[in-house]
C-alpha cells in the first residue's frame, strides 16, 4: 500500500494549538469532546456486523490535549478501546483513556456476555453506567453482537453517534 508522507505541519490544528496554548503549564487536560468547537472533528469509532455474524471494531483518537510526554493512550490498545471477537461483541470507546485502560472496558464489555451471559445491551450499560463510574471514568461507546444487535451507551452529557441496520437508522447526540 503506498502512503504520503506529509510535513508536520499538514498536521496542524488551529483549535487544538489555542487548547494547548491555554492549559500547557498546568496539570489539566482536554480531549476533544470536553470543549465545544464549531467542526465536531475528532474521535472516531466504527462496528460493523457483516450477513454471516463476522464483527469488527476500528478507532481512532482525536487525541487529549496537554497529555504527559510519553503518554499511551487506550485507542489502540486491544480490550481497553477497542476489541472484536465473533463470540461476543466488537467494541470502540472514547473519553478518558486512563480510565478505560485501568477497566478494561472492550474486553470488560465482552467478558459479561461470555461469563455472564449478560446480552450485548446490559453488558454495555453495566460497563458504562456502573463499572466505569465507580472509577472515576467518562465516556462512551459503540458495539454489536454477532446478531447485528447494538449499543451505544455513554456516561457523558452527550455523544455524536449514528447506526444502521436493515430495520433502523439512528443518529442521535444526546440521550433519548
Ligand atoms: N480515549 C482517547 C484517549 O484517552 C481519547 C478519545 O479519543 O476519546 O487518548
Not at 503549564?25 to 460493523?48: C, E, M, P, W, Y
Not at 464483527?55 to 496537554?66: D, V
Not at 449478560?118 to 461507546?141: F, T
Request: with cysteine.
Amino acid at each position: 500500500m503506498q502512503v504520503d508522507l506529509m510535513d508536520d505541519a499538514y498536521f496542524f490544528d488551529q483549535f487544538r494549538y489555542d487548547q494547548w496554548q491555554r492549559i500547557k503549564d498546568t496539570t489539566h487536560f482536554q480531549l476533544d469532546h470536553s470543549a465545544t468547537k464549531k467542526n465536531k472533528i475528532g474521535t472516531v469509532g466504527a462496528v460493523a456486523c457483516d450477513q454471516q455474524g463476522n464483527i469488527a471494531a476500528a478507532t481512532s483518537t482525536g487525541g487529549m490535549t496537554n497529555k504527559r510526554w510519553g503518554r499511551i493512550g487506550d485507542s489502540a490498545v486491544v480490550g481497553a478501546g477497542i476489541y472484536a471477537n465473533n463470540h461476543t461483541c466488537a467494541v470502540s470507546c472514547t473519553g478518558s483513556g486512563e480510565y478505560f485502560l485501568r477497566g478494561v472496558v472492550a474486553y470488560d464489555v465482552a467478558c459479561l456476555m461470555e461469563y455472564k451471559d449478560y446480552s450485548l445491551e446490559q453488558a454495555c450499560r453495566e460497563v458504562i453506567g456502573q463499572r466505569l463510574l465507580r472509577i472515576g471514568g467518562d465516556g462512551g461507546l459503540v458495539a454489536v453482537d454477532g446478531q447485528g444487535n447494538i449499543s451505544m451507551p455513554f456516561n457523558t452529557e452527550g455523544m455524536y453517534r449514528a447506526s444502521k441496520s436493515p430495520d433502523h437508522e439512528i443518529i442521535a447526540i444526546y440521550s433519548e
